[in-house]
Each structure stands twice: as structure tokens, then as C-alpha cells.
């Protein structure tokens, strides 16, 4: 899950620096050589931020497990209900495709799975509060 989102985040970041830079004056596209060179120096900064950021955090709480139970409840529900639904639906819009049934179904799935989402997140806490 981390590669995953440290690769999306590379991704949004890489594509917000080229809208920029075409908006400027006299923007010329990079050649191959140094847009591989500049994709790999920030690949490694970012990995390396990104589990600096994590390993800050973790070394700073007095239980990890409370971390744990919240990212498991939002990442179990999120990769196997949420985000299919949710990129299925993004991808047809983005292409312009026709509308069809397996969008409609997708985005009633999408919509219906959200509020699961949340209540697996707060029925954490709430059993956690509970002392059980």
C-alpha cells in the first residue's frame, strides 16, 4: 500500500509541475534523458520523505497498535469496496466512454460503500472506548 500511494503521489505531483511550467513563458519540454534522470532523483526523495514522515510518527506514539487497527479499517475497506468503484467510474469519465450499465453500477457502488467506510472507522472508536 505504500509503494502504491508513494507512486500516485509522484504521479499528481509530476503532472501539477508540468501544467505549471506550460504556463510559463517560453516553456520547453525537457528531452528523455533528463526527464528519466529528474522522475528517479524525485522518486528517491519522495520514498525517502515519505517513510521518514512514517517512521517520525510511529517512533513518537506510545501505541502503534490504535495506528494499525485505523489504517486497517480504512485501507481494508477502501482497497476492496471504495477505490475500484471510484476508479472505474473516474476512467470513464476522463475517456468520455458512453455511459453504460457497468458505470451506473459502479457509481451506485461507490456512493453505497462510503458510508461502510466511515462506520468501520467510528465503530473502531467506539469499541475501543467501550473497553472491549
Keep these: 500500500m505504500f509503494f502504491g500511494a508513494r507512486n500516485n503521489f509522484i504521479a499528481v505531483t509530476n503532472n501539477l509541475a508540468t501544467i505549471i511550467n506550460k504556463k510559463r513563458s ?67 469519465r476522463k475517456r468520455n466512454k458512453p455511459k453504460k450499465l457497468h458505470y451506473w453500477v459502479a457509481l451506485a457502488g461507490f456512493i453505497f460503500f462510503i458510508p461502510f467506510g466511515i462506520f468501520s472507522v467510528v465503530s473502531m472508536f467506539i469499541s475501543e472506548n467501550s473497553g472491549h
Design 26 to 92: 517560453g516553456y520547453r519540454q525537457p528531452d528523455k534523458a533528463t526527464r528519466k534522470k529528474q522522475s528517479k532523483i524525485l522518486f528517491i526523495v519522495y520514498t525517502v520523505l515519505i517513510f521518514g514522515i512514517i517512521i517520525s510518527i510511529a517512533a513518537s506514539l506510545d501505541e502503534v497498535e490504535n495506528v494499525f487497527n485505523i489504517l486497517g479499517a480504512i485501507a481494508s475497506n477502501s482497497t476492496c469496496l471504495i477505490f475500484p468503484c471510484m476508479f472505474y467510474v473516474m476512467l470513464i
